[in-house]
């Protein structure tokens, strides 16, 4: 059990900030309004996220650690249409089998909480606890088992960078919840939680950027709708991770999707410069596979070609339409 949770782990946690990922996406799957992320040292250390989201009660928090336990299927056929973030059951228990993870809970009825602590997998320590209805999940020492892997980490300062971008990209796919994100005690970016894309943008990037952004909306058919913010060209940037993709609520590494919008540059940019986009797709579910990849980054859309065409399209028509 131990031995498979560790293998698990190499696939889910990778870094820092594949740990933080799950736990927000735990997070906005237990239908959370706010939530807060501190890390220490770039998440080696510590990483604390909390949220005020159903909470577990007693019995489903030990659960909750236990490897294939998903209260989000319930059979296969769930699978084909999967709306939550989470669904394999595997990333509590990957992360708590190497490092040190606590997990508080408490439900909205529940007049107490629920603490564990899990050390290398095992548990050391459980009991009631006090705190406001939600949960939070500390993860300590990570890696300290698994000293190979530890051996890939970069700088704490270049790890904390990559946990801020995937916060700040789930902040963009949930712009109705408000997100915190803090390193090192020092607060690095805050959503206000308006379920304003554009609020989310300026958040990260500051209001004087976000006033260069044009809004796109084109709607395909009845199975295809595109949302979204895109610079104008002379906002631009030597990286093209500056493109973020959202696909059904889920950020996502789309390089169909990233290039549909780059294409839409073509010619308005200098070479080797990209757009600032945010993309936010909604497709109908059945045309979309996100049970590729462990850490469910990759999907695979059904219709590539006609979902490319129309981004760049959309693209395009938010450039033009403001005579650029
Ligand atoms: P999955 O998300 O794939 O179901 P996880 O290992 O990430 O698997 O979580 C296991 C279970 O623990 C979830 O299905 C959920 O029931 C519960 N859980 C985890 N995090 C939270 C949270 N922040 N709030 C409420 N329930 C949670
Ligand atoms: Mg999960």
Known sequence: ETTANQIAAGEVVERPASVVKELVENSLDAGASTISVEIEQGGLTRIVVRDNGCGMDEEDAQLALLRHA??????????????????????????AAVSKL?????????????????EGGKVINSGPAALAPGTIVTVENLFYNTPARKKYMKSPGTEGGVVGDYVFRLALARPEVAMRFTHNRRQVFASPGTGKLLDVIASFYGSELAREML??????????????????????????RQVTVLIN????????????????????????????????????????????????????????????????????????????
């Open 70 to 95: 998903t209260s989000k299927i319930r059979g296969p056929a769930d699978l084909s249409r999967i709306t939550t973030l989470g669904f394999r059951g595997e990333a509590l228990p990957s992360i």
């Open 102 to 118: 606590t997990l508080k809970t408490r439900t909205a009825t529940a007049d107490r909480g629920t603490f564990m602590e899990v």
């Open 215 to 240: 809004p796109v909306e084109e709607n395909s058919g009845d199975w295809l709708l595109i949302r979204g913010y895109t610079g104008r060209p002379t906002l631009h940037r030597s990286n093209r």
């Open 249 to 324: 609520g889920r950020y996502v590494y789309s390089p169909l999707v990233t290039m549909a919008v780059c294409e839409a540059y073509h010619t308005l940019l200098p070479a080797g410069r990209y757009p600032v986009a945010v993309i936010s797709l909604s497709v109908a579910p059945e045309l979309l596979d996100v049970n590729v990849h462990p850490a469910k980054l990759e999907v695979r859309l059904a219709r590539e070609r006609e979902v490319s065409e129309a981004v760049t399209r959309a693209v395009r028509k938010a450039l033009v339409g403001n005579r650029l």
